[in-house]
């Protein structure tokens, strides 16, 4: 029997964009043949919250490199120095966190490429196992350190030093990444209201806005039972 046509409400979520109404087909089954192209299920929530994390942690790091190279100057470490890049930085953050909430949610945000998802379809993909996530964690925490820090010298080389730009770079590093956490939740509802689980189809989640697919709640785990039997030594 076919399922009723049903839209998906996204905008009853936290005013996300809504999807064209479709109808789905007679149930299936996810194949049981494991595809050959190595493409991997990444969990779309998880990659998001992963980014937003190290985005967080970066900005700690970046307000730690700003603090080693100011010690290293001859003006050195003052009072004056840390009230003004600890006050940028707030100052920065609190700016910034409401408008990258508001413009990223049009762009950039991980939840407006969800109505591009299709239904997964095909041979099996497996999911990427804690080893995958270790390493992509480890990339993504490279270059989003090394990204940090060539901005941050870069702001300081054309404003000075004093706190200003340090500032500036921690507090919109760390707005970023809480607009970011923010949008998770929003993922997690709409999975939840659609019953669907969304994944980044690919090796690696470089571009993982490219290939999205998705698979009804009850179908997930069985992507991590193929994930499980695929890790498993062979006889």
């Not at 089954?29 to 919250?49: C, F, H, N």
């Amino acid at each position: 029997m076919r399922e009723q046509a049903r839209p998906d409400r996204h905008d009853a979520c936290c005013g996300a964009i809504p999807h064209p109404p479709s109808v789905s087909g007679p149930s299936r089954e996810y194949p049981d043949r494991v595809t050959q192209s190595g493409e991997k299920l990444w969990g779309y929530a998880s990659l998001a919250r992963l980014f937003s994390l190290t985005l967080i942690v970066v900005s700690g790091l970046m307000l730690l490199l700003s603090i080693a190279l100011q010690a290293a100057t001859e003006e050195g470490l003052d009072s004056r120095w840390y009230i003004a890049a600890f006050g940028i930085t707030g100052l920065t953050g609190v700016i910034s966190y409401p408008l990258f909430r508001v413009w990223l949610r049009k762009t950039a945000l991980p939840s407006v490429r969800l109505p591009q998802a299709v239904r997964a379809s095909g041979p099996r993909r497996l999911e990427a196992t804690p080893r995958d996530w270790r390493r992509w964690a480890a990339f993504s925490g490279v270059v989003l350190t090394v990204g940090g820090a060539a901005m941050l010298t870069f702001l300081i080389g054309v404003l000075g030093r004093g706190g200003t730009a340090e500032g500036v770079v921690v507090g919109m590093l760390a707005a970023w990444g809480a607009a970011t956490l923010e949008d998770v939740r929003r993922i997690r509802i709409i999975e939840r209201t659609e019953g669907r689980r969304y994944y980044a189809a690919c090796r690696r989640p470089t571009g993982v806005g490219n290939k999205l697919v998705w698979l009804p709640r009850k179908a997930a785990p069985d992507a991590a039972a193929a994930r499980d039997a695929g890790a498993a030594p062979s006889a």
